[in-house]
């Protein structure tokens, strides 16, 4: 079976299906908002030069050295762009969790995953459409599908916007309220992803399974350049060992579930796309406990 066979999926969603996954979409992004305080952004007040920096290489090296790394592995045009994706959503929350375990710099990492969550609804469908049209391969498949830009921008700055400033709106004026949601809220929007993610893998499993030593090369090799991007960043800033760690899983941690409902509900349901962020998801928590374990050990 030939990896590129993945070009050819598409997870195709019923009227019903669509409007569901949209909903998981605006759940996760509620649950992430119902997380934020304002003093979750205080890093920027105490060390306003680190902040910006690790801002900086979450939202531009990251991407960027996606960029590069296509270039130099020539995925399958789907492919390339569930990595383009992947590489523009907002940092995960446990990329907080990591950096609490390898007594990395908390503070920091949670400054860092706020900033990035908040401005994901405006960066996100901007990043995810410069980088997929830069690269050629990926500019040529969304033509194919009639892919409609000024739509997914606008589609998905709404989807992630409304919910994310009705989030932090929530969390500020009634933060009792807001911790009582944010559980349910997120569990909603995880059941939501975990049927559209049964739904294609149930549909496509002998091609996917065939495929998954491939996917999961990629998927290594890249996750595997955004931690050393972390790892650079901090070296560049001269920062401490737990600032330098919280910065490793900040980069090299990603969202992977926000992708995939965006990939399944803007991208026409590109398959390929899609089980890039699957088995992403899946990797960064086995490469991050690794990491995890490395550093308490090793002690760098």
Known sequence: MEIAALDEIRIALDPVGQVGLALALMLIMFSIALNLRVKDFVFLLQRPALFVAGVAAQIIALPFITFLLVQVLEPPPSIALGMFVVAC????????????????????????????????????????????????????????????????????????????????????????????????????????????????TVQFFPLLVAALPMLLVFTMLHNAAAFVTGAIAGLLMRADVPTRRALIFEVGIQNSGLAIVILLGQFDGLGGAAAIAAVWGVWHLIAGGALVGVMRRYDI
């Not at 995960?92 to 400054?111: F, H, I, K, Q, R």
């Not at 995810?128 to 000024?150: G, R």
């Not at 009634?174 to 993610?197: N, T």
């Open 89 to 200: 959503c907002p940092g995960g929350a446990v990329s907080n969790l990591l950096t609490y375990w390898s007594s990395g710099n908390v503070a920091y990492s949670v400054s860092l995953t706020a900033t990035s969550s908040a401005l994901a609804a405006l960066l996100t469908p901007a990043l995810i459409l410069f980088w997929s049209k830069l690269y050629a391969p990926t500019a040529t498949l969304l033509s194919s599908i009639a892919f409609d830009s000024v739509a997914f921008l606008a589609q998905t700055t709404i989807l992630l916007a409304v919910p994310l400033a009705t989030g932090m709106l929530l969390a500020a004026r009634a933060p009792d309220l807001a911790r009582r949601l944010q559980k349910p809220a997120a569990l909603a929007g995880a059941l939501g992803l975990v049927g559209a993610i049964v739904y294609g």
